[in-house]
């Protein structure tokens, strides 16, 4: 599940603020910030988190699934 912060972890990784990533989502910077600003889960609809976590990967970010549940962040180069 991603987190605010892995959110702005993904935009800190491509250099992006927050109207690049409204931008690539087709989502609004308002939403954008409502969704960064939540507390450990985020408050948003299903089809907001998919738009957001398209985004990233369209761009090269990958979320990658730890063995103990965690989710890491990477940008993939090539």
Do not use: C
């Amino acid at each position: 599940m991603l987190t605010p912060e892995h959110i702005r972890a993904a935009r800190a990784l491509l250099g992006w603020g927050q109207s690049e990533l409204a931008k690539a989502a087709d989502l609004s910077v308002p939403t954008i910030k409502r969704v960064e600003a939540s507390q450990d889960v985020i408050q948003a609809t299903y089809a907001t988190v998919i738009a957001i976590q398209t985004a990233f990967e369209a761009a090269g970010i990958q979320f990658t699934n730890a063995a103990d549940g965690t989710i890491g962040v990477m940008l993939k180069k090539g």
